[in-house]
């Protein structure tokens, strides 16, 4: 199983990374927020484990925006202080379970593997439109039999725009999801992906499945097949 650990103590997320390893977990770190955020975005986890306090992009913030961009991998918030409040508000932005710090690593480790039998069976399901079909949990992507190779990049964007299926989507929407949250260059950088994206699944089927609604964004929808 396949395991993000955001945490800036860099000692615990070290103790947390070997540890998990040596009970057969496939462990990445995130020592801050944005990185934490990207990293989730980017690869594919069974399971996060979360800090709440973290320099750049607190965990309930990460929780929030990896729940609406359809994220569903399981998230275990651990909360600083031993607090109701804390614990309530980890479950409000979509966190599955929660543990309090200091906590024993024994229970951490019991309760990751129960959040995965939990979770596991709400992986992506395959998204479709017409002959295109996106497959967010084995990353890849085909028109009819077609094999489509997308970058990280493009997969997430019409991963993206999959999920939001018939919505027009603006280009700041897919910047705040796609990009991490700190990227603050050119917007247009969107178009270039999205034009990247068309070329790869629309252009050498004759097709316009991803369609640009001018001054509004994209949408996807299904063009034939
Ligand atoms: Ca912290």
Redesign the pocket.
């Known amino acids: 199983m396949r395991v993000l650990v955001v945490?800036?103590?860099r000692r615990l997320a070290v103790a947390l990374q070997r540890g998990l390893q040596s009970e057969g977990f496939s462990v990445d770190v995130a020592h801050d927020g944005p990185q934490g955020l990207w990293m989730a975005t980017e690869h594919d986890y069974d399971l996060i484990v979360l800090?709440i306090?973290?320099p750049g992009l607190n965990g309930y913030r990460i929780c929030a925006k990896l729940r609406a961009a359809g994220n569903e991998s399981g998230i275990l918030m651990l909360t600083a202080k031993d607090g109701e409040y804390d614990e309530a508000e980890a479950l409000d932005t979509g966190a599955d379970d929660f543990l309090s710090k200091p906590f024993s690593y024994l229970v951490l480790v019991a309760r990751l593997r129960a959040l995965g039998r939990r979770t596991g069976g709400r992986r992506p399901q395959v998204l479709r439109f017409g002959d295109l079909l996106i497959d967010p949990a084995r990353r890849t992507c085909s028109r009819g039999a077609t094999e489509i190779r997308l970058t990280a990049r493009e997969f997430a964007i019409l991963e993206y725009l999959g999920r939001r299926s018939g919505e027009v989507v603006s280009k700041r929407d897919i910047l705040e999801q796609v990009w991490d949250a700190a990227f603050d260059g050119d917007p247009n950088v969107v178009e270039v992906h999205v034009s990247a994206v068309r070329r790869k699944v629309d252009a050498p089927f004759g097709r316009a499945a991803l369609e640009t609604v001018r001054g509004a964004g994209y949408r996807l929808a299904a063009d034939g097949g």
Request: net charge negative; hydrophobic share 35%; glycine share 0%.
């Open positions: 945490e800036d103590e800090d306090m973290l």
